[in-house]
């Protein structure tokens, strides 16, 4: 049965990977290569009798990947706005990161992280 349930949501996934564009298809396979393997691990604990003490946990996992399957993009356009969402969180925390590192160096004057003094000669010397 439950092996059952695997091929077919596989199947699932090959077929709705057939019109994906590149986006689509990576979040396809990201989301089939997580449920295959939490439930790998569920499967070897299950047949390990020294593992069984895992097999609470590795069914949450497995609960865990089908529920972000279910969240995955329906659709090209769904899939590129979810990836360009997440490029741009990237962007917007190494920002706020710079900015904070260039206003403790303002307000400190020289230094910084260990390591990274302003010494002249080095490549540190940022414009804000």
């Known amino acids: 049965c439950l092996q059952q349930d695997v091929l077919q949501f596989f199947a699932v996934c090959h077929g709705a990977a057939s019109g994906a564009g590149p986006t689509l298809r990576r979040s396809l396979f990201d989301g089939a290569a997580s449920v295959a393997g939490a439930t790998t691990e569920l499967l070897s604990a299950l047949e390990c009798t020294s593992r069984r003490g895992d097999v609470k946990k ?71």
């Open 58 to 128: 590795l069914t949450g996992l497995v609960w865990q990947a089908c529920n972000a399957a279910k969240r995955m993009a329906p659709d090209n356009k769904t899939a590129l706005c979810k990836r360009l969402a997440q490029v741009a969180t990237g962007l917007k925390d190494a920002f706020k990161e710079v900015t904070e590192m260039l206003s403790a160096q303002a307000e400190g004057g020289e230094g910084g992280p260990e390591g990274l003094g302003d010494s002249e000669g080095d490549d540190l010397d940022f414009e804000a």
